[in-house]
């Protein structure tokens, strides 16, 4: 069984950086790509940013492109979010999510197309 655990999360003021990061557990943990979405109160679920395992394609939601960076550490199986210049609209609960392997491809928007979520971690950003 696969777990995610998110860390990192915490209440910063505009204009600071702050990473994320998510671990998931399983020694033989190699999923097809990991992403990050996020939770805002009172909206949906989005998209953020993701990256195959591979690390050869990377993929941002239009909003955080050049503040946000993902990256990965295969030997340690866990996946960061960098994120810089936060604004407050960055508030929300950040998840962490797996694509199995199996799948072989990914859209990256697409929640169904992950097999496994972590938690989340509170970002609040102050103005």
């Known amino acids: 069984q696969v777990q995610l655990v998110e860390s990192g999360g915490g209440l910063v003021q505009a204009g600071d950086s702050l990473r994320l990061s998510c671990a998931a557990s399983?020694?033989?943990?190699?999923?097809?790509?990991m992403a990050w979405f996020r939770q805002a109160p009172g909206k949906e679920r989005e998209f953020v940013g993701g990256?195959?395992?591979?690390?050869?394609?990377?993929y941002y939601v239009d909003s955080v492109k050049g503040r946000f960076t993902i990256s990965r550490d295969a030997a340690k199986n866990t996946v960061y979010l960098q994120m810089s210049s936060l604004k407050p609209e960055d508030t929300a609960l950040y998840y962490c999510?797996?694509?199995?392997?199996?799948?072989?491809?990914?859209?990256?928007?697409?929640?169904?197309?992950?097999?496994?979520w972590g938690q989340g971690t509170q970002v609040t950003v102050s103005s």
């Open positions: 999510a797996a694509a199995a392997a199996a799948r072989r491809g990914i859209r990256w928007a697409l929640q169904g197309d992950y097999d496994y």
């Open positions: 990256i195959t395992w591979s690390g050869n394609t990377i």
């Open positions: 399983g020694r033989t943990f190699r999923p097809y790509a």
